[in-house]
């Protein structure tokens, strides 16, 4: 680290380490001291003190890096250095901006030599910066790939090349004789600046964190300026990185010193504390992974202890001072193979350049290895360096066992390929992943609560009242909610299977009901399909999937006609008729088995690894640059759902209204909670005023200790938990995410649930680290706006399927729902028949309750279901369904948009199914047959490998007896009565002679009329208003075309008709709100209107001309995507014109 000295970076002598020796006493007595006047403290005037550190901690805890300022900084040898200023404060205020100021600067003459650290001088220029190639004759090339202006170049001779740029690369080489270092300055300000500003305390990590970061940036701009090839090694890589050629040695040191004072302070210690604690803790960590006690003279072993859950390390920082750890280091040292460096025992245990780094020789010598360090001679650079992770890790177990040089290669390289994908897919790899699960892990022996000291309160609450009809306000937000709907993406995690379940497919594939047999995939795409289609847009869609379904997943996509457009590690894209599908695979993390951080095999070439928790979707949206995507296209928000809850879409377009009109950085879905149920609950955690989930086993013990003893208790007034239930849906502001993502690269906080097998807590079974998708809102940037919209009606936004027969079995004994194949499947019928209901139609809602199997509790009654594409909110529902009754026994099932249902009785079943252009109206009819019913399986059935596992995991069937279906194919405008039969009710006004007449004797028509049995031909019914509506500007065009079908089929006419498409849009916008704005809006922009645009007006045409589109398909390729409306519709001719950019392919 630079600022302890240590030789990982260049710039300072390992050696160093020893002559600090009696530096390092003078500190030890004064931190003693120190400790001695804070014990003798009078109780009053510490406790005041610790509650005085506390508002301080709370402080500072939201302070961030609000400048990080360079500048050149005289010295007495004449020559300038680079000085950086770091100031901490409140973001965004100009006032405490500058709370804290800390500076640091590189002393000349810190580094020297042949392969020492670089202080970058403006005479040292890289090829980036030569502004043009044609340049380079004016500088001379040298052995390390930089350039420098050639002996005899003048400032004449630059300036008149007129270049800017180059007369400024000039000017400074020649400053201080080319030892300026301005360029290393700009380092500061504009690289250096960029990743640092904005950063929290905690973000900025110990003095390792700091210079590992500056590091990565160095070898981050080696490998823009080609520095560093592909597949670089790691020995290339440190090289660079020592060298800070690129920066600056005088930029980088400068920001680590000031960055460690202000770390230092923000710990209330003096620079020389955080230096000697580092110095110290690196000496026991090499003391303890190279020999440990068994090195250490007696006299020194004797004073170690190692206390119960502490490692080796810790107890050796602990009880011996800085001398005795000088010469257990020494030990090591003299210990060593001769091939092995001092420096690269320490670089092990202070892994600045992110991985912990070790030599070819030193592997090969450690006997410990066995086979592995022969492999050498057998394997590819990326397989060594994977080897070299691994042991530098202290993870030689792994190789134990490994066959001799040449035996089962294939699979010692599989081996090794998992470790590589493990270390690239976790930020940080695992070194970053090891450091976390020691701490972590250790926290947990420790029973360190993260929530100590917080209160929790009740968060902001936006209650809909769902349960007693669809009131005005759940309607409003819906259809103001779809007036956004181009402002949302949403991301699906999915990364599961059924095998919990008893479903040994994927869980988006299991069946969400048995009526209609559609997956819970096609369910949520049905869904967003319906919102695009009423919004006329497009919505990004992504789902996280895992390694054990992703292939999976992929394959069911296509069985639905989606295609693989590209197909890149762990993202697969997938398209259908422009619909597009992100599929982003999570990786997995090696299991732990001890406080150590070992890890450990489940087989003798294959690590024992687990999923990292769905908290990795964030981890995946910023990997593959997802949200910048979004943002790009105009989406302003994003919604998270999981996988099995087919009510979830109930809630989207409410939430998304809320979710904008309160300006909320996020917003949690949620549902009333009761008193002690096994559900996370969202509060708002006093004093930091974070709002998030807290698990239910973490609830009540903190409402204990911070609520006098009162505990996870319910309301008196509601009977409810005053904390909403959380479902683990929510919505996020993208602009807010992408910062957050940027900060994080999408690691959520991490914790383990390490199973105990003693109560010394010094063993347990193979653990891993997790993370939850819903604690981003734990690390949101200051000043974010969360709250919560919680639905009465819990159901009806919310019925997983989580539970197989036993596990739910468990939680109907606990008193908890059991959220069970059964219960999500009666619940989707349920709500549907709560909206026919509130619609006017009789119908029991809740009917009597049925039991799966004899075990599991649902409600049986009669089974309604709506494909999404008959309705998109609750009101259409509403709109559609007048009257009428069903019974219990009886089964509903609408698909297409356009039905309408009118005083119908059901008892059996009816199943209508509507083309896209067609409209249907059933009034009167009386639906009477054996219907459709479920039968319980028989124990036989549930145990035979013949029965469909879809069918197990319910426990019943769907016997089919009677039923009458209705499936129209063609569009047209279509009724039935009470007869029951289908009739097709459009006029054919090319048959009718008397309007055939009139239209003929309308001079203003000219010879339109004439066209009629082309048209005929072509299927396309004409009516009398259809024509009338004609703006006369276009009826006369018509009339003077004796040519005109000849015109259509060469499309000699694409041009004429511009004019014509804004003359219909203007007669279609007349009468409707704000006309003057939209009118000028098209005259101003006809040349920048999109085909977006164009669907837009064309749609608002259609609602003011209220004329029935009849049976005409002539959607062009353009249109495809906005589904234009097919209730009503201009003339045909002119919705062609309209859309008119080429011939109609008349269908």
């Not at 319906?530 to 390694?547: G, Q, W």
């Not at 990997?623 to 919604?639: A, F, Q, R």
């Amino acid at each position: 680290s630079f600022a302890t000295g240590l030789k990982t970076g260049g710039g300072a002598n390992t050696e160093r380490l020893m002559k600090y020796g009696s530096v390092m006493r003078v500190m030890a007595e004064a931190v003693k001291d120190a400790q001695a006047a804070t014990a003798e403290m009078a109780p009053d005037t510490r406790a005041e003190m610790l509650e005085s550190e506390k508002i301080a901690g709370n402080l500072i805890d939201r302070l961030v890096i609000t400048e990080v300022t360079g500048w050149e900084e005289a010295t007495n040898a004449g020559i300038p250095t680079v000085k950086v200023r770091i100031s901490f404060g409140i973001e965004g205020s100009e006032r405490f901006k500058k709370l804290f100021v800390y500076e640091g600067s590189t002393p000349l003459g810190t580094s020297a030599g042949t392969g020492e650290a670089i202080h970058l001088v403006d005479s040292v220029i890289y090829e980036s910066q030569i502004p043009d190639a044609k340049y380079k004759d004016l500088f001379s090339l040298k052995s390390d790939g930089s350039y420098r202006f050639k002996k005899g170049v003048t400032r004449d001779q630059i300036d008149a090349l007129g270049d800017q740029a180059l007369t400024e690369l000039f000017r400074r080489s020649q400053r201080y004789d080319g030892k300026g270092c301005l360029n290393a300055v700009d380092h500061v300000n504009n690289t250096l600046a960029k990743d640092f500003t904005g950063l929290k305390l905690k973000d900025l990590g110990d003095l390792t964190d700091i210079d590992r970061k500056l590091l990565g940036l160095e070898m981050q701009i080696a490998q823009e300026r080609g520095q560093l090839k592909e597949g670089a090694s790691l020995d290339e890589k440190i090289t660079i990185m020592q060298r800070k050629g690129n920066i600056g040695m005088n930029a980088i040191l400068s920001q680590s010193l000031a960055a460690a004072r202000l770390l230092a302070a923000l710990q209330g210690k003096e620079l020389y504390q955080v230096l000697r604690e580092k110095l110290t803790e690196t000496m026991a960590k090499t003391i303890a992974a190279n020999g440990g006690l068994d090195i250490l003279p007696e006299e020194i072993k004797k004073k170690v202890s190692i206390a119960q859950g502490q490692e080796l390390w810790e107890a050796l920082n602990e009880h011996l001072d800085f001398f005795e750890l000088k010469r257990g280091l020494q030990i090591v040292n003299n210990n060593k193979s001769k091939d092995v460096k001092l420096y690269e025992l320490l670089r092990g245990e202070l892994p600045v350049y992110g991985d912990k780094a070790i030599s070819r020789k030193s592997l090969a010598s450690n006997e410990g290895l066995g086979n592995i360090a022969a492999d050498y001679a057998y394997f590819e650079p990326k397989y060594v360096e994977a080897i070299n992770l691994l042991v530098a890790l202290h993870q030689e177990h792994l190789f134990a066992s490994w066959d001799m040089p040449g035996v089962n290669d294939k699979l010692k390289k599989k081996f090794l390929e998992q470790v590589i994908e493990a270390d690239s897919a976790y930020p940080g790899g695992l070194v970053q992943y090891q450091q976390n699960a020691v701490k972590i892990i250790g926290n947990s022996i420790k029973e360190v609560n993260v929530f100590e000291g917080l209160t929790p309160e009740i968060p902001e609450i936006t209650n809909i009242d769902n349960t007693a009809g669809i009131g005005d306000k759940y309607k409003n937000l819906e259809k103001e909610g779809l007036k956004i709907a181009d402002k949302f993406s949403i991301v699906l995690v999915a990364g599961g299977r059924g095998d919990r379940l008893g479903y040994s497919g994927i869980k988006i594939g299991i069946p969400l009901d048995l009526v209609t047999e559609r997956r819970y995939i096609e369910h949520y795409l049905e869904g967003k399909k319906a919102i695009e289609n009423a919004a006329n847009t497009k919505i990004p869609f992504a789902i996280m999937t895992s390694d054990d379904n992703h292939e999976s997943t992929k394959e069911l996509l296509e069985e639905l006609g989606y295609v693989v457009v590209s197909d890149n590690n762990s993202r697969t894209v997938m398209e259908k008729d422009g619909d597009k599908i992100d599929l982003i695979m999570q990786g997995l993390v090696p299991a732990i088995t001890n406080i150590k951080g070992d890890f450990v095999l489940e087989d003798k070439y294959k690590l024992l690894s687990k999923p990292h928790g769905h908290g990795d979707v964030h981890v995946l949206i910023s990997k593959y640059g997802l949200i910048n995507e979004w943002i790009k296209s105009g989406k302003k928000y994003t919604v998270f759902i999981q996988d099995t809850n087919g009510q979830v879409l109930n809630a989207i377009l409410s939430g998304l209204k809320i979710t904008d009109e309160k300006g909320l950085g996020l917003n949690f879905i949620t549902v009333p909670r009761d008193a002690g149920e096994a559900a996370g609950a969202i509060t708002r955690l006093e004093p930091k005023g974070i709002v998030c989930n807290v698990e239910y086993n973490q609830l009540d013990p903190l409402l204990k200790e911070s609520k006098k003893g009162m505990g996870d208790v319910a309301d008196p007034v509601t009977g409810k938990s005053p904390y909403p239930a959380n479902l683990n849906v929510y919505f996020i502001e993208n602009g807010i995410y992408k910062k957050v993502l940027d900060m994080t690269k999408g690691i959520m906080p991490e914790f383990a649930n390490p199973k105990f097998t003693d109560a010394s807590k010094t063993s347990f079974q193979p653990t891993r680290l997790e993370t939850m998708m819903q604690d981003i809102a734990m690390i949101l940037p200051e000043g974010s706006k969360v709250a919560v919209v919680n639905y009465a009606d819990k159901r009806a936004v919310f019925s997983p399927v989580k539970n197989s027969f036993s596990e739910a079995e468990k939680k109907i004994k606990t008193g908890n729902y059991p959220d069970h194949m059964a219960t999500g499947e009666s619940d989707y019928y349920k709500y549907n028949r709560k909206l026919i209901a509130f619609a006017g139609m009789q119908v029991d809602v809740e009917e009597s309750e049925a039991r799966a199997q004899g075990i599991v509790p649902y409600s049986e009654g009669a089974k309604v279901v709506f494909y999404r594409s008959f309705f998109t909110t609750a009101d259409d529902v509403l709109s559609k369904i007048k009257g009428g009754s069903i019974s219990n026994k009886s089964t509903l099932v609408i698909g297409g948009k356009n039905v309408y249902l009118e005083d119908v009785d059901i008892d059996g079943s009816l199943i209508i199914n509507v083309v896209a252009g067609a409209t249907l109206k059933v009034k009167g009819l009386k639906v009477q047959n054996e219907g459709w019913e479920f039968v319980q399986l028989t124990q036989e059935e549930m145990v035979s490998p013949d029965t469909p596992e879809y069918l197990k995991i319910r426990g019943y069937k769907l016997v089919k007896k009677g039923q009458k279906v209705i499936d129209i194919q063609e569009p047209g405008k279509y009724e039935i009565g009470s007869d029951g039969v289908l009739k097709k009710t459009n006029v054919n006004l090319a048959s009718n002679a008397g309007l055939q007449k009139s239209l003929a004797s309308n001079e203003a028509l000219g010879n339109i009329a004439a066209y009629y049995s082309y048209f005929e031909s072509k299927n396309i019914v004409l009516t009398y208003d259809q024509v009338g509506f004609l703006p006369e500007r276009i009826k006369g065009y018509l009339a003077q075309q004796d040519s005109f079908i000849d015109d259509l089929k060469s499309d000699k006419i694409s041009g004429k008709l511009q004019d014509a498409k804004f003359e219909i849009a203007k007669a279609g916008l007349q009468g409707i709100k704000d006309v003057p704005s939209k009118i000028n809006y098209v005259d101003k922009n006809e040349d920048k209107m999109s085909m977006e645009d164009y669907a837009q007006v064309f749609n608002l045409a259609l609602a003011q001309a209220q004329i029935e589109i009849g049976n005409i398909s002539y959607y062009i390729d353009q249109f495809k995507p906005y589904e234009l409306s097919h209730e009503v519709a201009l003339l045909k001719i002119a919705g062609w014109i309209t859309q008119g950019y080429k011939v109609i392919p008349f269908e």
